[in-house]
């Protein structure tokens, strides 16, 4: 198949951290006559590039790439913005002849580009009593409130996230339905092959490892510094990322810069299995091995299986 046949096509590029996304969807872009979006929740902050490990200009080798260094690290990260923004993408790219690839381990950011999914707007009054209740009362009560209203959302979000429960409840007082009928289907919204890139647990673990060493090496502490100075403690969402949470602690005086790296890998190598689970989920993914001895074979291959008609 030709690039001008996967011009109306969309592919995607998942898999957890480390597992080498970011230059595969340069190789495919490359090959398809394509450009990258970025999918990567993190990513979308400007300054945060150390730490999200965001590709130089170099390494983009010439793609143009979408999405990055959007927001500032003030702003609170919103997925229903994001979808209007990658599907204006997408449909600018599809017109253009050219052919989209998202790159990235933000599974719902994924989801919302390609997927249907709607996000139900939010009543600030009402979210503002949700929240003093929460406060008041904490998250197990708002949890016991959730689980009589839809069990089965009660059952998807835990009891200690009170942030979700509140959303949750605002919903289904919004819309009156479960919060559950508004999670994300498998429909998807666009002719999308979604390649995942497999790499075993301990392989992707030393990799992880190495990449915050590198990060370090690179100046992260010097980024994180900068960044806060521009308000990056202040950011609901920004300071919470990997990385930025543990330099910010090591900044504040409540641990050594040592310790933060320590517990940026292990926070790292959890997220890393959170995302693995999420993309497992999705049948539709075809998963590719990325491991060091297969790493040379997986762009040829890669491009074979989006190159061929799937009805998977």
Known sequence: MSSAATASRVIAVVGPTAAGKSDLGVFLAQHLGGEVINADSMQLYRGMDIGTAK?????????PHHLLDVWDVTETASVAEYQRLARTEIDRLLALGRTPVLVG?????IKAA?????FPGTDPVLRSHLEDELALRGSGALHARLAATD????????????????????VIAITGRPFTANLPSNQSVYDTVQVGVDVSRPELDERIAARVDRMWAGGLVDEVRGLKAEGLR?????SRALGYQQVL???????TEEEARIETIRATKRFARRQDSWFRRDPRVHWLSGAAADRGELPGRALTLVERPVTA
């Not at 390609?114 to 709607?118: A, G, K, N, R």
């Not at 069990?151 to 605002?170: C, K, T």
């Open 105 to 109: 381990g933000s599974g719902l950011y």
């Open 249 to 255: 602690a090591a900044l504040a005086g409540e641990c």
């Open 55 to 63: 590709l130089t200009r170099e390494e983009r080798a010439g793609v």
């Open 151 to 170: 069990p089965e959302a009660a059952r998807a979000i835990l009891p200690s996230n009170g942030r979700r429960i509140v959303r949750a409840l605002e």
């Open 234 to 238: 202040h950011g609901r969402t920004a």
């Open 114 to 118: 390609i997927d249907e999914l709607e």
